[in-house]
């Protein structure tokens, strides 16, 4: 799939993804921290999606109506194939809602960013090792285990 990706003017890319439970948005989030697919992620709770399921007959009767969960991710462009590779992995659904928008406009402060944030592991390391200084907010393993499923349940109970 990575030969079928095009990049974009900035590098930087939105994926939207819907999910039928917060339990499953959680799931997807901390997995994609884990691995730096993904360097900023908005998690929608509850969305409203409605949509029309017949052709045919009068429209109140033929629209259905669903309370989904959406999450919003930023990605570099190279990344974008292993991403919805990993999200069909963790959803165990290759038929899943994703839509992929690439961005013709930001900073390049922001590009940057983003390109750190979801650069692969090893690379990271490389990165990090080389005496090169950044200013990024939040580490994403760090992000990704303090947000986990098991994390969040803990914080509920207290």
């Not at 360097?39 to 029309?52: G, L």
């Not at 462009?77 to 959803?91: G, H, M, N, S, Y």
């Amino acid at each position: 799939m990575k030969n079928v990706w095009a990049s974009s003017a900035t590098g930087v890319s939105i994926a939207t993804i819907t999910l039928p439970s917060a339990e499953a948005a959680d799931e997807l989030i901390t997995g994609l921290f884990r691995k730096t697919l993904i360097a900023d992620v908005s998690n929608f709770e509850k969305v409203r999606k409605v949509y029309r399921i017949s052709l045919t007959g009068s429209a109140e009767k033929n629209h259905k109506w669903e309370e989904i969960h959406r999450l919003q991710m930023v990605t570099s462009d190279e990344r974008v194939p292993e991403l919805i590779e990993e999200c069909v992995d963790i959803t165990k659904n290759e038929k899943a809602d994703i839509i992929i928008r690439q961005l013709s406009g930001i900073s390049h402060e922001y590009s940057k960013w983003v390109g750190l944030q979801t650069t692969e592991e090893s690379e990271a390391f490389r990165v990090a090792n080389s005496g090169i200084t950044t200013t990024i907010p939040q580490d994403s393993k760090e992000y990704a285990d303090k947000f986990s499923p098991q994390s969040r349940q803990e914080m509920a109970k207290n």
